[in-house]
């Protein structure tokens, strides 16, 4: 299988967005707040990148976008200091670590946006992706109930899982991470 390439996400891949949000269960899509499968919902999008106030990546293989990871943030708000991750990867693309790629990538840019918190919201039936969140120091903050409705209407959870950066570090420093030999 061919390399994943991961690169910022740009106008000119407005279709393939497009093509991989219509592939993508709409289950997998839930903790969005919007639906990403309207076209509409990417150009708004690509209109917050250009605006700065999204960074977002896509994970490419052999010109078919397979994953997408965004870092939401509201430089103007109270809470300036936080921003809100969220990663989708294709189903025939799980289970390989292109998830963590692109959640570590994201993570990067909250480090060089200077971020002290991160959150990622999700439902709690999706295990590997709480796992995987939690594996790079995301906790539990929050479920919230009856928080999102399905197109048939049926009533989802959401957990918001956040990610506290000095408290992490703090975890690194006290167990010698990072430390030179």
Request: aromatic fraction near 6%; charged fraction near 30%.
């Given at each position: 299988?061919?390399?994943?390439?991961?690169?910022?996400?740009?106008?000119?891949?407005?279709?393939?967005m497009e093509a991989f949000a219509r592939a993508l269960p709409d289950h997998d899509l839930?903790?969005?707040?919007?639906?990403?499968?309207?076209?509409?919902?990417?150009?708004?999008?690509?209109?917050?990148?250009?605006?700065?106030?999204?960074?977002?990546?896509?994970?490419?293989?052999?010109?078919?976008?397979?994953?997408?990871?965004?870092?939401?943030?509201?430089?103007?708000?109270?809470?300036?200091?936080?921003?809100?991750?969220?990663?989708?990867?294709?189903?025939?693309?799980?289970?390989?670590?292109?998830?963590?790629?692109?959640?570590?990538?994201?993570?990067?840019?909250?480090?060089?946006?200077?971020?002290?918190?991160?959150?990622?919201?999700?439902?709690?039936?999706?295990?590997?992706?709480?796992?995987?969140?939690?594996?790079?120091?995301?906790?539990?903050?929050?479920?919230?109930?009856?928080?999102?409705?399905?197109?048939?209407?049926?009533?989802?959870?959401?957990?918001?899982?956040?990610?506290?950066?000095?408290?992490?570090?703090?975890?690194?420093?006290?167990?010698?991470?990072?430390?030179?030999?």
């Amino acid at each position: 299988m061919r390399e994943c390439r991961i690169r910022r996400f740009r106008e000119g891949d407005r279709d393939g967005m497009e093509a991989f949000a219509r592939a993508l269960p709409d289950h997998d899509l839930l903790f969005l707040g919007r639906d990403l499968k309207h076209p509409r919902v990417i150009a708004a999008w690509l209109e917050a990148i250009a605006e700065g106030w999204i960074d977002s990546l896509v994970a490419e293989r052999e010109g078919r976008i397979v994953g997408t990871a965004a870092l939401v943030r509201d430089p103007l708000g109270w809470s300036a200091h936080v921003g809100e991750i969220r990663l989708l990867v294709a189903a025939d693309e799980r289970g390989a670590g292109l998830g963590r790629d692109l959640l570590q990538a994201g993570m990067a840019i909250a480090g060089e946006r200077g971020l002290a918190k991160l959150t990622a919201t999700m439902t709690p039936d999706q295990r590997a992706s709480i796992e995987l969140f939690e594996t790079l120091g995301f906790r539990g903050e929050a479920l919230l109930r009856d928080q999102v409705r399905d197109r048939a209407g049926q009533p989802h959870d959401l957990l918001i899982l956040a990610y506290d950066a000095a408290r992490v570090a703090a975890g690194h420093r006290a167990y010698g991470f990072g430390a030179q030999a």
